[in-house]
């Protein structure tokens, strides 16, 4: 530890740091699914930086803003009376939920001895990796079955794992990988006719499938409209514009968090149900703005926007002789060539300076179309592939 050192020296070397990351605003970042926040939501952001809703009775306001936030969201999820929390993401979400899911299946099946046989989990091979935290952290085997051609979960598969010990079935509304939306409707049926619990991950695509469904886009329901859904995870600081770290959890029943919820007898409320304690108010307030500020319309604007740039971009892949893994159902592109391999390309694009991910199932290159990647920047990159292209 130094002595003390001036405001502006410390101010200068931490613009060196920052000098050295990657902007958003640069429109060189290709492969996350998070963006820039809105300036709204940053001001909003800070000026509730000091409030914790671990604690809140000491922020009965931001507690009373995170109540409404939670309500809107719901709304958007067709949930009239929903229970949840807003948390650091969708890691966090997931956790809890398959939490919430054990709890809820060993009490249902009055199981004296929950750990003497593995309790198991059944989700598509292109679940989000927070499910294997999740596993690790709680003791649950991981029964991932296999993707139908469409590389959604397959329901046959879902049928064939089903047996005493599944606690949840998991399904997911814009995967990480392709953004395709398993088909929820029969999952939600699988889950009524078994008695389980059904967690839908909608972390990416909750804050776009009901604002492109709401102008005219032809995408199916995904949310508590179905009744055999349990749980949504949705995530604020994706496509809703907002700070990180903001996500979210819905429950459709009060019992679900009360399952999970642990006894904090020196705080200003005695049960606590997240996986954090200290939780920031913050992210509260900047997603109840931004909510506000928006609308309907606004999101339904920025959604339509990366739909139509998602749409140009596989056009334009397609044109010059790359393969398109599937016609983009939300904003993710994923694309090879039939001449270069994926790892090769990839690293020649990160050569150009821009930075891409790879999927795994299958093999590609993957492109999110987040809201600061403009029209523009497709140009260039575009551009930039053909000379890689051509030099290979």
Excluded at 239 to 244: D, E
Excluded at 295 to 307: H, P
Excluded at 336 to 364: D, F, G, Q, R, Y
Aim: with cysteine; net charge neutral.
């Amino acid at each position: 530890m130094n002595k003390p050192l001036e405001e502006e020296y410390v101010l200068k070397k931490l613009r060196e740091f920052k000098s050295k990351d990657l902007s958003y605003f640069s429109g060189r970042i290709l492969g996350s699914m998070c963006s820039e926040p809105h300036p709204l939501s940053k001001k909003v952001f800070m000026d509730f930086i000091e409030t914790n809703l671990g604690d809140p009775g000491l922020f009965e306001g931001t507690a009373e803003i995170e109540e409404e936030t939670i309500k809107i969201i719901a709304s958007l999820l067709s949930l009239d009376n929903p229970y949840g929390n807003i948390v650091t993401g969708g890691s966090e979400a997931n956790i809890m939920a398959m939490r919430s899911a054990r709890n809820h299946h060993i009490k249902t099946n009055n199981i004296k001895h929950p750990y003497t046989e593995p309790f198991e989990l059944i989700l598509p091979k292109s679940a989000h990796f927070s499910f294997k935290k999740a596993s690790d952290i709680l003791g649950l085997k991981l029964i991932e079955v296999n993707l139908d051609n469409e590389y959604r979960i397959d329901i046959e598969s879902v049928k064939k794992n089903i047996n005493k010990n599944t606690i949840a079935i998991v399904g997911v509304a814009g995967t990480t990988e392709l953004g395709m939306i398993d088909p929820i409707k029969e999952l939600s049926q699988i889950a009524i006719d078994e008695n389980i619990y059904l967690h839908v991950d909608a972390a990416f695509g909750g804050f776009s499938i009901p604002f492109l469904k709401y102008i005219g886009y032809n995408l199916p329901n995904f949310d508590f409209s179905n009744e055999g859904v349990s749980s949504i995870t949705i995530d604020p600081h994706k496509m809703g514009l907002t700070p990180i770290p903001t996500g979210c959890i819905i429950y459709r029943e009060k019992k679900y968090i009360d399952l999970i919820n642990v006894d904090t007898p020196y705080l200003t409320v005695k049960k606590q149900s997240t996986i954090v304690g200290t939780r920031l108010g913050a992210a509260s307030a900047a997603t109840w703005a931004m909510l506000k500020y928006m609308g309907k319309e606004g999101y339904s604007e920025i959604a339509k926007s990366c739909m139509i740039n998602s749409n140009f971009l596989a056009d334009a892949l397609i044109k010059e002789g790359f393969n398109l893994i599937t016609k983009p159902q939300l904003n993710i592109v994923s694309f090879n060539h039939p001449k270069i391999e994926t790892e090769e390309l990839a690293k020649a694009i990160e050569e150009k300076s821009w930075k891409v991910s790879i999927s795994s199932c299958p093999k590609a290159i993957r492109i999110v179309m987040m809201p600061h990647i403009k029209h523009v920047h497709i140009m260039n990159f575009m551009r930039d592939l053909r000379e890689i292209k051509s030099g290979i």
